[in-house]
């Protein structure tokens, strides 16, 4: 290992580098040898090659750990995606199925409502008075009666 140069030679060979290469005027006792200067450049040099060779060292270990860690939340995200979308195929399907069931309630619905209406048809018609249905919106399209029922009523404040 080399010896460290005198701090006097550190802050000559600094500023030196600072000014491009430049010689700088500098107090008389920092003024070296040129042989001292050399020496101290090189000794500097051979300091940043061993840090540039410790950073490539350290980035060679740290990379493989960082390229786990990324793998491991791209894996951990794309089984969190499936769960989800399985989950949402699920929502889905039942939805399907929750629609499925309205519209063969609603077919009932028409039909009883219908055989109602023939009955109260033959009850004027045989000279009684019509009894009064439940209010519910005449039939009309699946769609038009799901969201008439999906309106809150008064007073709700679902």
Known sequence: MQTQAPPAQVL??????A???????APAHLNDSEDDNVSSVQSYESILQELRDIRIQLEERVRPAARYAVEAEVERLVGLF???????????????RDLID???HLAEYDEIRAELAAANERLTSL?????????????????????QRLQPAPGDTA
């Open 102 to 104: 309205c519209r063969d």
């Open 127 to 147: 000279g009684a008075q019509p009894l009064s249905l439940p209010e519910f919106p005449s039939p009309g399209s699946l769609v038009e009666m799901i969201v």
């Open 82 to 96: 499936e769960q989800r979308k399985t989950r949402l195929r699920d929502c889905l399907a039942r939805i399907d």
């Open 19 to 25: 000014s491009g290469g430049r010689e700088l005027i």
């Open 12 to 17: 000559n060979t600094v500023r030196r580098a």
